[in-house]
């Protein structure tokens, strides 16, 4: 079973930057697509970023311009570049390939923006 390891995250005033990181268990050499998730009590997981395996990007309006997505397949890691990080973005974020596995969710890395 594929395993993904988030981590990266933290706490940062509005204005911040992050870099968060996967590893992943297997090959992303495969890997059609990865995405990048994140999630706030109470609410659903939503898609933040999906990048193809021949650098299709694809991401949600309210990080467009802020976010990077980009993948070392060598290094079976998925990144997320974060800047001007707003307190909206405060979430735990959860990478996973496309189409998902649903049992391969990891812990996720919390991400919190604020003063």
């Known amino acids: 079973q594929v395993q993904f390891v988030e981590s990266g995250g933290g706490s940062v005033p509005p204005g911040g930057s992050l870099k968060l990181s996967c590893e992943t268990s297997s090959s992303m050499r495969s890997v059609y697509a990865m995405d990048w998730y994140r999630q706030v009590p109470g609410n659903e997981r939503v898609l933040v970023a999906r990048?193809?395996?021949?650098?299709?990007?694809h991401y949600i309006d309210s990080v467009k311009g802020r976010f990077t997505i980009f993948r070392d397949d060598a290094k079976n890691t998925l990144y997320l570049e974060m800047k001007s990080l707003k307190p909206e973005d405060t979430a735990v974020y959860y990478c996973?390939?496309?189409?998902?596995?649903?049992?391969?969710w990891g812990q996720g890395t919390q991400v919190t923006v604020s003063w």
């Open positions: 996973n390939q496309f189409p998902n596995l649903p049992d391969s």
């Open positions: 990048i193809t395996k021949v650098g299709k990007i």
